[in-house]
């Protein structure tokens, strides 16, 4: 009685915003846009209030309704996005281990190097100009949703761009995997990431076979092959049903049994999903008590991805990140267990499971404003679209590496696990210090192809009196919601020199340095919060 109560409550929240506020405040808006968007624009406040909340919250569900078309143009520059794995493969050759030894040998100078082997057509413009989308559709997307959703996936479905094959492959695997089913069904979200060829290079699946088979041809000839448990391992464990989902030692080697034969056709030129029946373990597996029969192919797998996603420990394990992303960093039992039962009742559809958090008083509550801490990547973005800033394809290269300078390089995390979306993760000195020199060199110009109206953001404010200036961005930036504490910090510094850009001979009015005090509002407590 009590889960089919639950499903029917989930529901009927999917129908509805319900608990959020039927007169949404400035406050309200804010709080949706900081957990719902890469942060507010500005302007955002108004745009939301005119279309209204609930209005605005279904046109970011149903993103191919919404129209991107400058953003579309801008990543047109980045020609590496629309390429197939084997166009990668041939268009950014591996190095020459010849010329390498040359160089080395002083047969070749770095010169002749550079000519022969250009920069641009090296793998690793792959992975670069990817991250330049990833922080350009963050900063000017329409689609803020979408984006966020993408991020949050490919976190939860990571692997490491720097791994060998997957930096051929990772393009791809984002644009084929994971961005098409972001705000999708979550069995399909498995489906395509368990088949693509970064996931089984990454997890090493691609070469784990059938306990007794031998190699047939190459210089492994005669050897074992061997059974690979990495990849239903990660699968159980941060895909589905998590750490405590039920699972022992006994399931993980049956999936990793049923996943024997899926791999890569020709990973260095080819790079797409084969099915080798040689090396598949055809015996009878027992995945979680439920019994698949000798003689099974490919479908072993299909059916173990089915087993696992229709179990309520992945109910509940996919509920928890969501709302650990969307509420608070230990996450409301009673609100999960309410969007597990919309996982179970709707079969995993991701929109379902977002409308019932945003329908939860525990999203709209006290205790959830500005409880989550901003990754590097998030707090980027949002200190971009904060100044309201336009970014082309150069521009968004630069912010990518500035992500990567205070701690989040895009695509580079190494364990299967992703960055982690807790405080604890990203908060210390040196990384707060390292946010303040960026947002410095954002609000001081320093950023090429980011462009800003500094003084568009403090229009009509008195440049001589650097209180009234702060006023102005406090409220264009947090929007006059920065802490008593804060204020008085930031109002100590209206004095410094650097500040009012007086010198001791100076007896003329101040003119306030707006893009230090800018970037110190940026570097406030509040703003590093959403």
Same mark, same amino acid.
């Given at each position: 009685?009590?889960?089919?109560?639950?499903?029917?409550?989930?529901? =009927?929240?999917?129908?509805?915003?319900? &608990?959020?506020?039927a007169?949404?405040?400035?406050? *309200?808006?804010?709080?949706a846009?900081?957990?719902?968007?890469?942060?507010?624009?500005?302007g955002?406040?108004?745009?939301?209030?005119?279309?209204?909340?609930?209005?605005?919250?279904?046109?970011?569900?149903?993103?191919e309704?919404?129209?991107d078309?400058?953003?579309?143009? %801008?990543?047109?520059?980045?020609?590496?996005?629309?390429?197939?794995?084997?166009?990668?493969?041939?268009e950014?050759?591996r190095?020459?281990?010849?010329?390498? #030894?040359?160089?080395?040998g002083?047969?070749?100078?770095r010169r002749?190097?550079?000519?022969?082997?250009?920069?641009e057509?090296r793998p690793?413009?792959?992975?670069? #100009?990817?991250? !330049?989308?990833?922080?350009l559709?963050?900063?000017?997307?329409?689609?803020?949703?979408?984006?966020?959703?993408?991020d949050?996936?490919?976190?939860?479905?990571? @692997?490491?761009?720097?791994?060998n094959?997957v930096?051929?492959y990772v393009?791809a695997?984002e644009?084929?995997?994971?961005r098409?089913?972001a705000?999708?069904?979550?069995?399909?979200l498995?489906?395509?990431?368990?088949r693509?060829p970064?996931?089984l290079?990454?997890?090493?699946n691609?070469?784990?076979?059938?306990?007794?088979?031998?190699?047939?041809?190459?210089p492994?000839?005669?050897?074992?092959?061997?059974l690979?448990?990495?990849?239903?391992?990660?699968?159980m464990e941060?895909?589905?049903?998590?750490?405590?989902?039920?699972?022992t030692?006994?399931?993980?080697?049956?999936?990793a049994?049923?996943?024997?034969?899926w791999?890569?056709?020709?990973?260095?030129?080819?790079?797409?999903?084969?099915?080798?029946?040689?090396t598949?373990? %055809?015996?009878?597996?027992v995945?979680?008590?439920?019994?698949?029969?000798?003689?099974?192919?490919?479908?072993d797998?299909?059916?173990?991805?089915?087993?696992?996603v229709?179990?309520?420990?992945?109910?509940?394990?996919?509920?928890?990140?969501?709302?650990?992303?969307?509420? !608070?960093? %230990?996450?409301?039992?009673?609100? @999960? #267990?309410?969007v597990?039962?919309?996982?179970?009742?709707?079969?995993?559809?991701?929109?379902g499971?977002?409308?019932?958090?945003?329908?939860?008083?525990e999203?709209?509550?006290?205790?959830?404003?500005?409880a989550?801490?901003k990754k590097?990547?998030?707090?980027?973005?949002?200190?971009?679209?904060?100044?309201?800033? =336009?970014v082309d394809?150069?521009?968004?290269?630069?912010?990518?590496?500035?992500?990567?300078?205070?701690?989040?390089p895009?695509y580079?995390?190494?364990?299967?696990?992703?960055?982690?979306?807790?405080a604890?993760?990203?908060v210390?000195?040196?990384?707060l210090?390292?946010r303040?020199?960026f &947002?410095l060199?954002? =609000?001081?110009?320093r950023?090429?192809?980011?462009?800003?109206?500094?003084?568009g953001?403090?229009?009509?404010?008195?440049p001589a009196?650097? #209180?009234?200036?702060?006023d102005?961005?406090?409220?264009a930036?947090?929007?006059?919601q920065?802490?008593?504490?804060?204020?008085?910090?930031?109002?100590?510094?209206? &004095?410094d020199?650097?500040?009012?850009?007086? =010198?001791?001979?100076?007896?003329?009015? *101040?003119?306030?340095?707006?893009?230090?005090?800018?970037?110190?509002?940026l570097?406030s407590?509040?703003?590093?919060?959403?």
């Amino acid at each position: 009685m009590r889960a089919r109560a639950l499903a029917a409550l989930a529901l =009927t929240a999917a129908a509805t915003l319900g &608990a959020a506020p039927a007169t949404p405040d400035d406050g *309200a808006i804010l709080h949706a846009l900081g957990r719902l968007t890469f942060g507010p624009r500005p302007g955002d406040v108004e745009r939301v209030r005119a279309l209204g909340l609930a209005a605005w919250l279904e046109r970011q569900l149903a993103p191919e309704r919404v129209g991107d078309v400058a953003v579309d143009r %801008t990543l047109g520059d980045l020609t590496t996005l629309a390429m197939s794995i084997p166009e990668l493969l041939r268009e950014y050759p591996r190095p020459d281990p010849a010329m390498r #030894e040359k160089m080395q040998g002083g047969q070749m100078t770095r010169r002749e190097l550079m000519e022969r082997y250009p920069p641009e057509k090296r793998p690793a413009r792959i992975a670069g #100009e990817l991250a !330049a989308a990833k922080m350009l559709r963050a900063v000017a997307s329409e689609r803020q949703l979408q984006e966020v959703m993408v991020d949050f996936w490919f976190n939860h479905f990571n @692997v490491y761009a720097q791994k060998n094959d997957v930096r051929w492959y990772v393009s791809a695997y984002e644009r084929d995997a994971i961005r098409p089913h972001a705000l999708g069904k979550f069995p399909d979200l498995v489906r395509a990431t368990a088949r693509h060829p970064a996931m089984l290079y990454y997890l090493d699946n691609w070469v784990s076979a059938r306990a007794d088979f031998t190699i047939p041809l190459g210089p492994n000839r005669g050897k074992k092959a061997g059974l690979n448990e990495n990849y239903a391992r990660e699968l159980m464990e941060l895909h589905t049903l998590g750490v405590d989902g039920g699972y022992t030692q006994q399931d993980i080697v049956e999936v990793a049994r049923a996943f024997t034969g899926w791999s890569i056709e020709r990973p260095q030129t080819e790079g797409r999903f084969v099915f080798r029946r040689a090396t598949h373990d %055809t015996g009878a597996k027992v995945v979680l008590g439920q019994r698949i029969p000798a003689g099974g192919g490919q479908e072993d797998g299909e059916r173990v991805i089915e087993i696992l996603v229709r179990h309520p420990s992945t109910a509940r394990f996919i509920a928890t990140k969501l709302a650990r992303r969307f509420v !608070a960093d %230990t996450p409301p039992p009673r609100l @999960v #267990e309410r969007v597990a039962a919309a996982y179970q009742a709707t079969g995993g559809d991701i929109p379902g499971m977002l409308r019932v958090i945003v329908a939860a008083p525990e999203f709209w509550g006290p205790k959830a404003r500005r409880a989550k801490i901003k990754k590097p990547f998030e707090f980027v973005a949002s200190a971009v679209r904060a100044v309201g800033a =336009t970014v082309d394809a150069q521009g968004a290269y630069a912010l990518a590496r500035a992500s990567a300078e205070i701690g989040e390089p895009l695509y580079e995390a190494q364990p299967p696990t992703g960055y982690q979306d807790v405080a604890e993760a990203w908060v210390n000195t040196g990384a707060l210090l390292a946010r303040m020199n960026f &947002a410095l060199a954002l =609000t001081s110009g320093r950023y090429p192809r980011v462009a800003m109206d500094l003084p568009g953001l403090v229009a009509g404010a008195d440049p001589a009196r650097p #209180e009234a200036v702060l006023d102005r961005l406090l409220a264009a930036l947090v929007h006059g919601q920065a802490g008593q504490d804060t204020r008085a910090v930031l109002a100590a510094q209206l &004095a410094d020199p650097q500040i009012t850009q007086l =010198t001791a001979d100076d007896r003329g009015p *101040a003119r306030t340095d707006v893009a230090r005090l800018a970037a110190l509002v940026l570097g406030s407590p509040e703003f590093q919060r959403r």
